[in-house]
């Protein structure tokens, strides 16, 4: 496997990387180049293990490879871009993303019918989607706000059972970028909804700085992106089943290792992470599903 290395950089959520400054213990597995350094070309092919943070490159890899059959969570804040590069993605495995299930149901209701009446339902179909995505045995992308902790752990458990890796790809655009975003599509996500994510978010950074890799153990790549990153990665490779090359999979993973219990959430939220809403900006009815 290509060894990883931290090029830290300026970003994370909040504003200024504050959440985040440098980020420490990155799992590098061979004496390959770090990335970051003069010797990788930034239109290189990466194929990350461990913690690799990309974040304030002025190019970063046009393509991310991974091994056959990876499972790969694309996380962020609500209007960081997840759907964006999902859809520019798409065409190296099947999208699963929760907006799908709501505009598909969103069009069979009523325009007066409130959201919140068969979110319910749109949730459970999502989830059962997921579960048949996953259980296909091929490459998936999942879309996740990255805040829920439980959906990486479970997703790990069940792509392991099949001999299968997580793979995590977190977008940290700070929250104004995010809320940018959300303007852009014409999508708002209610103000206590963003806030939940923005503090699932900030832990999670919080927790990849002081542990490294080991705060996700769940997956075998955690890959930061800052919203300038984000538009050189072009597509990912999936490594034909068995086979080697530039994609190719580690060997066969002996079984599912045991998941670590969850981190206890009591690291505050950094004050940098403090966000002036325009007044009435988030009491939209219409909203993403979380």
Not at 159 to 175: I, K, P, T, Y
Request: with cysteine; aromatic share 4%.
């Amino acid at each position: 496997m290509s060894g990883t290395g931290n090029a830290g950089g300026a970003g994370g959520l909040g504003g200024g990387g504050d959440a985040v400054e440098s980020l420490g213990g990155n799992d590098a597995t061979s004496g390959d180049p770090v990335v970051g350094s003069s010797s990788v070309p930034a239109e290189a092919s990466l194929r990350p293990r461990g913690l690799v943070d990309l974040r304030g490159r002025v190019r970063g890899p046009s393509v991310l490879g991974y091994p056959a059959g990876a499972v790969v969570v694309v996380s962020g804040l609500p209007g960081s871009g997840k759907s964006t590069l999902m859809r520019r993605w798409s065409g190296s495995a099947p999208v699963i993303d929760p907006r799908t299930v709501h505009v598909e149901y969103q069009a069979r209701m009523p325009d007066w019918l409130p959201y919140a009446v068969y979110r319910p339902w749109v949730r459970l179909q999502h989830f059962l989607r997921l579960r048949a995505g996953v259980r296909g045995g091929g490459p998936l992308l999942v879309h996740d706000c990255g805040s829920r902790a439980w959906m990486r752990r479970w997703l790990a458990r069940s792509a392991g059972r099949q001999r299968r890796e997580l793979h995590v790809v977190l977008l940290a655009v700070d929250a104004g970028d995010a809320l940018a975003g959300q303007e852009t599509r014409g999508r708002w996500v209610p103000g206590r909804v963003f806030a939940r994510h923005r503090q699932g978010l900030a832990q999670l950074l919080s927790a990849l700085s002081a542990q490294g890799a080991a705060a996700v153990p769940e997956a075998a790549s955690v890959v930061l992106l800052d919203r300038t990153v984000r538009e050189h990665v072009a597509a990912l490779e999936f490594a034909p089943a068995g086979g080697s090359g530039p994609g190719s999979a580690a060997p066969p993973l002996p079984s599912p290792a045991p998941v670590a219990a969850p981190l206890p959430l009591t690291s505050p939220v950094p004050s940098s992470l403090s966000l002036s809403l325009p007044e009435g900006l988030l009491d939209r009815r219409r909203s993403s599903p979380p």
